[in-house]
């Protein structure tokens, strides 16, 4: 297989920009951003706050970046942020709900990873001399440690209808959210209408070489423009970024049903090796969560052994991988993902069988 180029299958963020988004770059008009002044900047922002239906958008340099000053947005120190147990603003953002927006997580598990309303109120909590007052609830559409699992859109709007009558405010972690709407044949328009601030990522499954976007209020967004500040996230003649981030707006979500394509193509051919178990039902986007622990071996030795046949995926577990498919893996390239799993897999097996081990 060394023949062949590396499929890298480790997330969809290792994108190289595409050839308009190169000349983009270099063509971008730009100006001082920390002024207003970058009419790509201020385009990009423009644009993604007309298709998401909100009243104004930023950029920020990253997902993370955008969630932490969500939450600082919606939030007071001290307060409870309900999110779902293998979350990525729980998991994933080195704890920044706490670092810098002085909130502590309330994890709630859920059945692959879809918070309902029916798991949430439990755990709202009133100000109390006891336990600290919820302030907001977070929510992940995709759901990545879930494998990509989407959130209907009756199950969020239930989730912000409730929450709103609360008196509470709902974040949307969307950093795949245009996946989201592809699978379910939505615009991110309709799919977020009552969530109250999105942040999404360009980088990810859009193509863009850097930068997420986000959208709210044009309130919250003028105050999110201090906080992105407080963060380091103040840029220039950033239009050289916000140019690629705009053709990954417009047009990269058309072929978003490729990449769902090939993750089902490549969780079908994974699911019929000894030693492997995915369920390919269950993969609704571009992102599969690998259970590898039939083999009889860790989860980073199959990555390791998988690097050395030219495929890359990461280790999220013990006895997990993750592959995810982006526009810079093609169905060839799936199709040598699933060859050089097997591959792995009767090599574990067959040293399984001559130790005298009973495969699992």
């Keep these: 297989m060394s023949e062949h180029p590396v499929v890298d299958l480790r997330s969809d963020t290792v ?6 988004m190169r000349r983009a ?27 998401f239906g909100k009243e104004a958008a930023l950029f ?31 998991n994933y953002e080195l704890a920044m709900m706490a670092w810098f927006a002085g909130c502590l997580a309330r994890p709630v598990p859920a059945e692959d990873g879809i918070l309902r309303w029916r ?36 199950v969020m709007d239930e989730i912000c209808d409730k929450a709103h009558e609360r008196g509470l405010k709902v974040h949307l972690d969307g950093a795949r959210i245009f996946n989201a709407a592809a699978c379910l044949g939505l615009s ?11 942040m999404f990522c360009l980088s990810k499954g859009l193509g863009a070489p850097v930068g997420s976007m986000l959208v709210g ?21 950033v239009g050289v970024l916000a140019a690629p981030g705009l053709i990954a707006l417009e047009e990269m979500p058309k072929r978003l049903h490729e990449d769902h394509a090939h ?21 609704e986007t571009n992102i599969l969560i690998v259970d590898v622990s039939g083999t009889g071996l860790a989860a980073e030795e199959v990555s390791r052994r998988l690097q050395a046949r030219g495929v890359l995926a ?6 997990e991988i993750r592959m995810v498919t982006h526009l810079d893996v093609d169905r060839a390239g799936c199709l040598r993902a699933v060859e050089a799993m097997a591959e792995v897999a009767a090599d574990a097996l067959e040293t399984k069988h001559l130790l005298g081990v009973t495969p699992a």
């Design 217 to 237: 209020p044009a309130e919250l967004i003028a105050q999110a423009r201090l906080y992105r500040k407080r963060l380091g996230g103040a840029m220039r003649q």
């Design 25 to 51: 770059m270099a063509e971008a008009a730009v100006g001082d951003d920390v002024h207003g002044e970058d009419p790509t900047v201020n385009r990009l922002q423009e644009r993604a706050a007309e298709i």
């Design 188 to 198: 991110v328009r309709e799919l977020c209408a009552k969530v109250d601030t999105v």
């Design 314 to 319: 990461g280790a999220v577990s013990p006895t």
């Design 119 to 154: 798991d949430i109120e439990p755990h709202i909590r009133p100000l109390s001399a006891h336990w600290a007052r919820t302030g907001l609830i977070s929510l992940e559409n995709t759901h990545n440690m879930a494998g990509g699992r989407v959130t209907p859109k009756e």
């Design 60 to 90: 920020v340099p990253s997902g993370t970046m955008g969630n932490t000053i969500a939450l600082k947005l919606h939030t007071r120190h001290g307060e409870e942020v309900i999110c779902e147990a293998r979350s990525h603003v729980y």
């Design 263 to 283: 993750a089902r193509l490549l969780a079908e051919g994974l699911a019929k090796i000894p030693g492997i178990r995915i369920d390919p039902a269950k993969v």
């Design 15 to 20: 994108t190289r920009p595409t050839p308009a």
